[in-house]
């Protein structure tokens, strides 16, 4: 039995169904789905934004996707957006960069999971801890996080060949 995180610990109160999948640490999202035997689209990277001092919030990013700002912006209805940086994003959080999730965060902020996710039979967040993945169905995730589903990102560019 492996050591729980706050995350796993955060789900189980949930009752919602979801499997944890343990591998080394990845080092790219690429690696990541390959690890945990996911299509790089299921796999939701936790980006947090910031909307104004001490307010934050969470953005669910399929792998092969990137963050819209102006689209995020306009379902928020708000100008203005950033990111923090890694200290302060840890501080809101409570997790490092890279092992970042809303399961279990310092205070539960508002979450937003690209609307590409729906669609799909299952999807991997993160689980608090590098290496540490939560396996769930999508509408689980969405009913688990009371998060909205919106259209907030467009596909990565790809890059050229010989590049």
């Not at 039995?1 to 949930?14: G, K, N, S």
């Not at 690209?114 to 540490?132: M, N, P, Q, T, Y």
């Not at 999508?138 to 590049?163: M, N």
């Amino acid at each position: 039995m492996t050591e729980p995180t706050r995350a796993t610990v955060a789900i189980d109160a949930t009752g919602i169904p979801y499997r944890v999948v343990r591998t080394q640490r990845a080092h790219s999202a690429e690696e990541s789905a390959e690890l945990q035997g996911i299509e790089l689209g299921a796999l939701l990277r936790t980006i947090v934004v910031r909307r104004g001092e001490a307010d934050y919030l969470f953005v669910l990013v399929p792998g092969g996707r990137r963050f819209d700002w102006p689209k995020v912006r306009a379902h928020l209805g708000v100008k203005r957006l950033s990111l923090p940086d890694a200290d302060e994003a840890r501080e809101a959080t409570g997790y490092e960069r890279g092992a970042i999730t809303p399961f279990g965060a310092k205070r539960a902020w508002p979450v937003v999971v690209d609307a590409s996710a729906s669609g799909l039979e299952r999807v991997a967040i993160g689980g608090g801890a590098h290496g540490v993945n939560l396996h769930l169905a999508p509408a689980d995730l969405v009913a688990a996080l009371g998060a909205d589903v919106a259209d907030v990102t467009v596909p990565e560019a790809l890059e050229p060949a010989g590049s």
